[in-house]
């Protein structure tokens, strides 16, 4: 898939020979991420836990002569977080940048309609993954004393009926902040961009799947408690429209350049204003 942001793009190399971890690559905002960083000079690590999607970007990838290795890792856990940096850093002996991308909410229901246990898998989804990867990153980024991490939140913070993922986006800001402050002494950047609503065209893995082959329920007022959602959000929108996973990957690869060296504990809402 192109558009006039992957085609601008090609004239840019702000990453060139830069090693990009990209998250949850197989698709969305991850996989446009992983083109745009390519087209820009960087070589890519694809990580998701769905082979045939990783499959699909490594190949986009290599296809448009981007060096591209995939990692199929289930990043819900602190083994399969450093698994993959691990496996990047044989690949390719450093980990220049880092984007956070895994996340997306489950279900969109007022609160008191979550189950204990759906709480916990939206935190699972959403904010866990970057816990676990920064945690596995740092000591590799504080050895080369350089390091660029770009993780992604939502508007979701100031919207209706995701409350549990809302939390997992909160405690990412606070993260990227923090970070921001822990790791600048050792040449570490850390940013956040927060996505407004995004049309995924070729989204195969449905977010109600909570593991490989397993789909949750949904309640049925599902599509009702959708719909409101998106017009609260569109309502506080200065742009009236949904926006494309190019206009994300356009901020995430700006902030995880040098074009973003001395910009650190930031937040770019790239949501049409909302
Ligand atoms: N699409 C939007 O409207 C929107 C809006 C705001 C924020 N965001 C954020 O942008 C990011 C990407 O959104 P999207 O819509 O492109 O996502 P998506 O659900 O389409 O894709 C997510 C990818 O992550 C992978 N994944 C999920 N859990 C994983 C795990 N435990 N280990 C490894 N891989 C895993 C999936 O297989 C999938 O390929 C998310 O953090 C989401 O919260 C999206």
Request: glycine share 10%; with cysteine; aromatic share 4%.
């Given at each position: 898939m192109t558009s006039t942001l992957d085609a601008r793009a090609a004239g840019a190399r702000r990453l060139k020979d830069k090693i990009c971890v990209v998250t949850g690559?197989?698709?969305?905002?991850?996989?446009?991420?992983?083109?745009?960083?390519?087209?820009?000079?960087?070589?890519?690590?694809?990580?998701?836990?769905?082979?045939?999607?990783?499959?699909?970007?490594?190949?986009?990838?290599?296809?448009?002569?981007?060096?591209?290795?995939?990692?199929?890792?289930?990043?819900?856990?602190?083994?399969?977080?450093?698994?993959?940096?691990?496996?990047?850093?044989?690949?390719?002996?450093?980990?220049?940048?880092?984007?956070?991308?895994?996340?997306g909410t489950i279900w969109m229901k007022p609160y008191h309609l979550y189950t204990e246990e759906e709480v916990k898998l939206e935190i699972d989804r959403s904010l866990f993954p970057t816990l676990w990867c920064c945690l596995a990153v740092l000591p590799i980024m504080m050895k080369q004393n350089a390091g660029s991490i770009v993780n992604v939140g939502s508007?979701?913070?100031?919207?209706l009926y995701r409350a549990p993922y809302a939390a997992s986006k909160g405690g990412i800001l606070a993260l990227t902040k923090v970070l921001?402050?822990?790791?600048?002494?050792?040449?570490?950047r850390v940013n956040t961009v927060s996505p407004g609503g995004t049309d995924i065209p070729d989204r195969v893995t449905p977010r109600l799947m909570i593991e490989p082959g397993v789909?949750?329920?949904?309640?049925?007022?599902?599509?009702?408690?959708?719909?409101?959602?998106?017009?609260?959000?569109?309502?506080?929108?200065?742009?009236?429209r949904r926006g494309t996973p190019e206009e994300q990957a356009a901020a995430i690869a700006?902030?995880?350049?040098?074009?973003?060296?001395?910009?650190?504990?930031?937040?770019?809402n790239c949501s049409g204003g909302q």
């Amino acid at each position: 898939m192109t558009s006039t942001l992957d085609a601008r793009a090609a004239g840019a190399r702000r990453l060139k020979d830069k090693i990009c971890v990209v998250t949850g690559a197989g698709q969305g905002i991850g996989a446009a991420t992983a083109r745009r960083l390519g087209q820009e000079g960087g070589k890519i690590v694809v990580a998701d836990r769905v082979a045939e999607s990783a499959a699909r970007t490594e190949k986009e990838l290599r296809d448009q002569g981007v060096e591209a290795k995939t990692v199929l890792v289930d990043l819900g856990t602190f083994a399969g977080a450093q698994s993959l940096m691990t496996q990047a850093l044989d690949a390719y002996g450093r980990i220049d940048v880092l984007v956070n991308n895994v996340g997306g909410t489950i279900w969109m229901k007022p609160y008191h309609l979550y189950t204990e246990e759906e709480v916990k898998l939206e935190i699972d989804r959403s904010l866990f993954p970057t816990l676990w990867c920064c945690l596995a990153v740092l000591p590799i980024m504080m050895k080369q004393n350089a390091g660029s991490i770009v993780n992604v939140g939502s508007q979701s913070v100031r919207g209706l009926y995701r409350a549990p993922y809302a939390a997992s986006k909160g405690g990412i800001l606070a993260l990227t902040k923090v970070l921001s402050m822990e790791y600048g002494r050792h040449g570490i950047r850390v940013n956040t961009v927060s996505p407004g609503g995004t049309d995924i065209p070729d989204r195969v893995t449905p977010r109600l799947m909570i593991e490989p082959g397993v789909m949750a329920e949904d309640v049925d007022q599902a599509e009702e408690f959708r719909r409101e959602m998106v017009a609260d959000s569109r309502n506080q929108q200065a742009l009236k429209r949904r926006g494309t996973p190019e206009e994300q990957a356009a901020a995430i690869a700006f902030l995880a350049s040098d074009d973003a060296s001395f910009i650190t504990g930031e937040a770019i809402n790239c949501s049409g204003g909302q």
